[in-house]
């Protein structure tokens, strides 16, 4: 199987063993590139749903199926991830070794999610909530639609969903083990060591990219309308993990003092 057979059978196959299909390392030859569906295939279990559920208070994480309701929300996550990696390499043309070697980054961090969705799967199972028991939002696919260079999605994946979760995990770690499920704590953990690394792919490219521009303000620069770079902090903030992953002191000390304008203030948070 190529490398775009892999992606087409994510993006367009609608049962969740599609989306979790491993493969073999390849390489990456010459391509054109393809578009990308409006939504991505999905059986009705899975499908997304226009029914919003609020995600439970963590001072409830003392109730099993409170907790099975936490993880598949990250699970949710974990799924769109996958599927806009997918739709990274079936959208963006393969052309040169640079294209390659990024490629390559993005198949792997794919292979992260995968595991990530499964781990949260079995453990969700175990807490008695199976996967789709709970409206599916699609927040994150909106945002794939609107990225047409391979940067901006570097910038929203990378820089924005994936720099958030170094917080969420951490935090979400904390309250697991605070409520002595250390199986959940556990994966937590282990995501938060992977996010590092997946910070750090769209790190390395974006200031390879970024020319003699200010890295803050080339992020802000390439972010999909009415996204900003507030949705790149999580609950819990933690300068240390961002310097782990790369980050200059100039670029986390504009996050920091970053503030949305009026238009971002009242938006939903739990999108």
Known sequence: ??????????????????????????????????????????????????????????????????????????????????????????KFPTRNENDKKLKRGIFSTLCDEQRHLNLYISRMNELGVEFGSYPLNDFFWKQMLKIKRMEEFLAVMSLTFESANLDFALFYKKVFSDVEDHKSAAIMQEVFMDEINHVKLGLHWLNKWKMDKDLFEYYQSILPQNMTPSRSRGIGYKRETREEAGFEKSFLEKLENYRDPEPFLNRNPNV
Request: charge should be negative.
């Open 1 to 90: 199987m190529n490398p775009e057979k892999f992606a087409h059978q994510i993006l367009f196959g609608e049962k969740l063993e599609d989306k979790l299909q491993s493969i073999n390392v390849f390489d990456f030859a010459d391509y054109d590139g393809n578009l990308v569906p409006e939504m991505p295939g999905r059986e009705k279990k899975i499908s997304f749903s226009q029914e919003r559920i609020k995600f439970p208070k963590y001072q409830l994480f003392h109730l099993k199926e409170k907790r099975g309701m936490a993880l598949h929300y990250f699970a949710n996550h974990e799924l769109l991830a996958i599927e806009m990696m997918a739709a990274f390499l079936w």
